[in-house]
């Protein structure tokens, strides 16, 4: 788990060029079709739809949905539906995930999306990314390997947490860079926090993830 210290100065110092943006839905106005208000609502034939994702690290909830939830376009009927989401294991420290999309492809934006009432809405997460050609790849890094040192490259540091009670409710967070192009890579890796350290309900309700590419 990052310690809360050192988030706060990775985003002091800043990262790459990537541009994280954020919209966030209340409970009272969160809605089936996630529509926001800048930022687009989910959509099922993006390049995450037939890339294969694989768990690297920490536990799926057992009462949660397997990782292929996040790229099937389905979304949540409900504020609080387990099983429509994906998440780690209540009282860990979350976890990492990799997606493959089988050769390089030219990546524009990264959007996730996330729902839940309470604690479990917000995101946080750090996203790299890899197009599997350095000699010192690895494709597995656990937790306690900075991905940066086998091969990967640190996209973002994406976190919707607003300080405030009112964390609940439909996120959806988008990665982008000025450049118009994130780069050409064949895996993005997903290394996954808990929002909170007050209980063991600080995992969040990952939705659905969509990955754009430029064709």
Not at 67 to 81: I, K, N
Not at 116 to 139: E, V
Not at 144 to 153: E, L, N
Not at 180 to 193: E, M
Request: net charge negative.
């Amino acid at each position: 788990m990052i310690p809360i210290i050192e988030l706060v100065l990775l985003i002091a110092v800043g990262l790459p060029d990537a541009r994280v943006t954020f919209d966030h839905n209340t409970n009272s106005t969160a809605n089936r079709e996630f529509k926001f208000k800048h930022i687009a609502s989910p959509i099922k034939h993006d390049a995450a739809a037939n890339a294969k994702l694989t768990l690297i690290d920490g536990d799926l909830d057992q009462g949660g949905a397997e990782l292929s939830a996040l790229t099937d376009g389905r979304l949540p009927g409900d504020e609080d539906e387990p099983g429509a989401n994906v998440f780690f294991r209540a009282g860990s420290s979350g976890g990492r995930f990799r997606m493959d999309f089988t050769t390089p492809i030219e990546i524009v934006q990264v959007n996730t999306y996330s729902w839940h009432p309470n604690t479990r809405g917000p995101q946080l997460y750090k996203l790299y990314a890899a197009d599997g050609s350095d000699p010192k790849f690895n494709p597995d890094p656990k937790r306690g390997v900075d991905p940066a040192s086998c091969g990967w490259k640190l996209i973002a540091l994406v976190s919707t947490l607003s300080g405030t009670d009112e964390e609940g409710g439909q996120y959806a967070a988008s990665v982008t860079d000025a450049s118009g192009s994130l780069g050409k890579h064949r895996y993005l890796l997903f290394d996954c926090y808990i929002t909170e350290l007050y209980d063991n309900w600080g995992n969040t309700f990952y939705s659905e993830i969509d990955v754009i590419s430029r064709r």
